[in-house]
């Protein structure tokens, strides 16, 4: 079946230094490959997607480039805010558009 | 246009007991699927509509049941509430089979 592993947390980072997050996945035919970031309180909101391999998707800031060599999809910014502050998912869907398997997340605490 | 709404934002409920949570798609959007969250963890996919239509089941037990509506909103009713299913219930629509879904905020479920 179909699987996503995280980079565990949480990460503690200073505002302005470099993000990473680790994605790899396991999967059965050509999945798209998503972003997705929580904010507390809050239900998912997409952040950026990529759909084949080598696609990058960006969204502010955020990057992730879809790697089928290595099945992995890391997520990275250059220069992190505070309001980055949130719980990161990382998620695939494959032919069977919407049913999308998940990462249990990752948690990210940016400080002044 | 109005995003996916959800309703109502939290309950509580005791163990033995019937529950039903509901779902307005995002405009246009004919395909709905709900999700359980678990704390700390990361989405689970309970089933899928489309166009009426249950469209795939993830590994949950029958006592977990939906409808969609002609107006393509949505409900979630769990029988014989157990304490594991306390949870973020999530609902995400798309247009058609599409791979990228809007979700909305949640509801927090509590069983005592």
Known sequence: ?112 | ETGVTQSPTHLIKTRGQQVTLRCSSQSGHNTVSWYQQALGQGPQFIFQYYREEENGRGNFPPRFSGLQFPNYSSELNVNALELDDSALYLCASSPGLSDTQYFGPGTRLTVL
């Open chain 1, 1 to 112: 079946g179909n699987s996503v592993t995280q980079m565990e947390g949480p990460v503690t980072l200073s505002e302005e230094a470099f993000l990473t997050i680790n994605c790899t996945y396991t999967a059965t035919g050509y999945p798209s490959l998503f972003w997705y970031v929580q904010y507390p309180g809050e239900g998912l909101q997409l952040l950026l997607k990529a759909t084949k391999a080598d696609d990058k998707g960006s969204n502010k800031g955020f990057e992730a480039t879809y790697r089928k060599e290595t099945t992995s999809f890391h997520l990275e910014k250059g220069s992190v805010q505070v309001s980055d502050s949130a719980v990161y998912f990382c998620a695939l869907t494959t032919f069977d558009a919407g049913k999308s398997t998940f990462g249990d997340g990752t948690t990210l605490t940016v400080k002044p």
